[in-house]
């Protein structure tokens, strides 16, 4: 499976992003899509996952009631929709795919992994 990640840019705090993942190549043994984050000297930590049934989805205590996980069926892509932005939320983002049947949206679980798309959220 090949991830190609879109959409980042520099905002103002308070602003919103909206992220996309375009998901191709062999797909039929992807069971989760994730989107994760590192910031400036911090390790990768994650943001967002979901099942690609749809049976599955969560998102980090930090950015819950401000960031939404989709589908995007027309694009076959999972986009992020980031709304109220903060300095914190500075970092380059990554979406990533697993293929465990069993998964958490943790970043070791994810095998394959897009290029990075660099989200800064000025004060």
């Known amino acids: 499976v090949q991830l190609q990640a879109s959409g980042g840019g520099l905002v103002q705090a308070g602003g919103s992003l909206r992220l996309s993942c375009a998901v191709s190549?062999?797909?039929?043994?992807?069971?989760?899509i994730g989107w994760f984050r590192q910031g400036p000297e911090k390790g990768r930590e994650e943001v967002s996952c979901?099942?690609?049934?749809?049976?599955?989805?969560s998102y980090a205590d930090s950015v819950k009631g401000r960031f939404t996980i989709s589908w995007n069926h027309a694009k076959n892509a999972v986009d992020l929709q980031m709304n109220s932005l903060k300095p914190e939320d500075t970092a380059v983002y990554y979406c990533?795919?697993?293929?465990?049947?069993?998964?958490?949206?943790?970043?070791?679980?994810?095998?394959?992994w897009g290029q990075g798309t660099q989200v800064t959220v000025s004060s």
């Open positions: 990533a795919a697993s293929t465990l049947e069993k998964w958490f949206c943790s970043w070791w679980l994810f095998a394959s």
């Open positions: 979901m099942s690609v049934n749809g049976d599955g989805l």
């Open positions: 190549g062999y797909t039929l043994d992807t069971v989760a």
